[in-house]
């Protein structure tokens, strides 16, 4: 029972809380749905990275080698990796996102917009240009929609 109990906690510290970005009833806004549409576009590549149940495709290419990408963002202030250069970041994980800005690795998103569209002048982060603000506003609705 005492085993029982410990794992059922351990289990709950998994649950996200409800995105405010959801209907009352947990369902997508009509916004986000479109949103997804945009995000499972293989022409704007939202989910070539941020895929699976984790929305992220954070894996080892081989022991000691993880899977990094160059999503334009790095600067010399973006530090070193193992004493050499920084030559990518992890993908993280869109769940739980409406908790937890300013976004990017080093904080200069205060928003998701601005992860779209300031933060992504070469389309290195998703090919995002081609997208009209109500698009990019129900892509944002969408990611910010992540439990």
Do not use: K
Request: glycine share 8%; hydrophobic share 35%; proline share 6%.
């Amino acid at each position: 029972e005492d085993l029982d109990d410990i794992a059922a906690y351990v289990s709950s510290l998994n649950v996200l809380p409800r995105s405010p970005w959801r209907d009352a009833d947990g369902e997508l806004t009509a916004e986000a749905a479109r949103g997804e549409e945009i995000f499972h576009d293989p022409e704007i590549g939202c989910s070539e990275c941020h895929s699976g149940v984790e929305l992220t495709d954070s894996s080892w290419i081989e022991p000691g080698l993880p899977l990094l990408h160059d999503v334009g963002t790095l600067t010399e202030a973006s530090g070193q990796r193992m004493s050499g250069a920084l030559w990518g970041l992890d993908t993280p994980s869109l769940r739980g996102l409406h908790s937890t800005g300013p976004y990017l690795h080093d904080g200069s998103a205060p928003d998701v917009v601005s992860v779209l569209l300031d933060a992504n002048p070469d389309d290195r982060h998703g090919t995002t240009s081609t997208l009209d603000d109500d698009q990019i506003n129900d892509l944002a609705e969408y990611i910010l929609s992540q439990e």
